[in-house]
């Protein structure tokens, strides 16, 4: 029998809902083997299509709601009737398109992931237009996606930078949640071939998001979906916590963690994967052509937010910071930040990861400094979130130092970038870290403060929220 958990009410006239140009009605049937879809317009539309080839594959069957006419599909486009159609009914074969996705033969029978470029044809969106997604489940299913949760219980599908492909879960698993300040994460944990311990790994994750409160006391995406991935028994498994992650902004901002559910869970807390990925979220989406903001940018913040959290101490902070500028120093040695982004620059990887950190630590310092402490880059970025975040666009890196220049009454990102983006080499960092008093000897760390801007290096790592501490962190073992 099915449970309709997210209700679609046919009496609403669609123009109520504003800029919503669609609604959609989705079930899955109880083996999670197919898909329906019922999509019904507030015009006609000449145009709906899938966002890849590979959807024609998965594409079972289509009518016209209306006139129960057959409707075929080339390429990643239907061909709709003259005039379009108002209403849309088709079938998807969602165990073929679960069984390409490798992610799938990590995980229970009970779940199937798949991204919604395969399954979801749509016309495409304007910055101002969204589409409303309900869902029919079986009894006991749960369905994970990025989108916006509605008042009425359904979801929002918006204009958004496509920086990847979102990520729909079904089936029996756990979908939690946990406060991340003025919002909640929405977390669900993908059940593994044996059990573990989901609300112990929900805590973390909530307990990671105070990390990044500590920036400017705000969370800044709405309901983020987190997407958790138990790899344990795999090959694709580590002896890190957190072997690998990654945020998604499709539709809908999300950030998929691979996860080692073996490891004492302690250790995720000592983590710093999805701080960091956490942290991507502080910027909107920038070019993959200039990844070396958005990286270098979240590589600072993980360690300054895990020392201001109590997980390292100053001394570690500074440590791991130092040793990371060293390995983008050594990246890429002719390569400009612009440059380490584009094309196959595996030799400039740590480069790309970390000049963009040593101009976010230039930009901190800089504020804390000709401001007396009064600016900072955490406040900076804490007005770029209530102007501009999320975003459903792509942004240019200059555009974005551009719109922090004008949260501030005299310029500095613009100059920084135009200083460090396209010259070759590292952007210098050694008489930075004298003047903060970050001392090094045979590649060791130690702090002096009598140096000249010491108590500005300690008001970077200072907490600025109460959370509860752990037990220090020891170094990671591998970079970045």
């Known amino acids: 029998m099915l449970r309709i958990t997210f209700i679609w009410v046919l009496a609403l006239p669609i123009t109520a809902l504003g800029s919503d140009v669609a609604e959609y009605s989705v079930s899955v049937d109880s083996e999670l083997t197919t898909l329906t879809i019922e999509a019904r317009f507030d015009t006609p539309q000449s145009t709906i299509r899938a966002r890849s080839y590979e959807a024609l594959r998965y594409l079972e069957t289509a009518i016209d709601c209306e006139s129960q006419t057959p409707i075929r599909a080339s390429g990643r486009q239907f061909r709709l009737p003259s005039g379009g159609t108002r209403c849309l009914r088709y079938t998807v074969d969602l165990s073929a398109a679960a069984a390409d996705d490798r992610r799938n033969s990590v995980l229970s029978t009970r779940n199937v992931l798949v991204s919604p470029r395969h399954w979801l044809w749509r016309p495409s969106l304007t910055d101002t237009q969204s589409i409303i997604i309900g869902f029919d489940l079986p009894e006991g299913m749960n ?190 040695p002719g390569l400009s930040p612009n440059e380490s982004s584009r094309g196959n620059r595996r030799r400039a990887l740590m480069k790309m990861y970390w000049s963009g950190a040593v101009v976010a630590l230039k930009a901190d310092v800089e504020l804390r400094r000709r401001s007396g402490g009064k600016e900072t880059l955490d406040s900076v970025l804490g007005r770029l979130e209530r102007c501009c975040l999320p975003s459903g666009r792509v942004w240019q890196a200059e555009e974005l130092f551009e719109q ?77």
């Open 143 to 332: 369905v994970s996606v990025p989108w916006t949760p509605t008042a009425d219980g359904r979801l929002r599908l918006s204009s958004s930078p496509g920086s990847g492909s979102a990520v729909t879960v079904f089936g029996d698993f756990p979908l939690l949640t946990r406060p991340a300040g003025n919002t909640r994460l929405r977390i669900a944990l993908l059940s593994a071939r044996n059990p573990y311990d989901a609300e112990a790994f929900a805590d973390w994750l909530g307990s990671t998001a105070d990390n990044i409160l500590q920036a400017y006391g705000r969370f800044p995406s709405p309901e983020p979906q987190i997407i958790v991935v138990p790899v344990g028994d795999t090959g694709w498994s580590s002896q890190k916590a957190v072997p690998y992650g990654r945020v998604l902004r499709d539709g809908g901002e999300a950030v998929e963690l691979f996860i080692n559910e073996h490891v004492a869970i302690e250790e995720f807390y000592r983590d710093w994967t999805a701080t960091h990925e956490f942290s991507h979220l502080m910027l909107p989406y920038v070019t993959i052509r200039q990844r070396w903001v958005s990286e270098g940018f979240a590589q600072y913040y993980q360690n300054v937010l895990l020392a201001r959290a109590g997980v390292y101490d100053e001394r570690l902070a500074w440590q791991k910071i130092y040793e990371g500028l060293e390995r983008g120093r050594r990246s890429g």
């Open 404 to 480: 922090l220049d004008a949260l501030l009454e005299e310029p500095l990102f613009v100059p920084l970038y135009r200083r460090y983006a396209d010259a070759p080499g590292f952007p210098s960092y050694d008489d930075l870290l004298e003047r903060l008093g970050v001392s090094i000897r045979r590649d060791t760390v130690s702090l002096n403060d009598a140096a000249i801007w010491a108590n500005v290096r300690r008001a970077i790592t200072e907490p600025a929220v109460q959370t509860a501490t752990l037990p220090l962190a020891s170094p990671p073992s591998s970079p970045p």
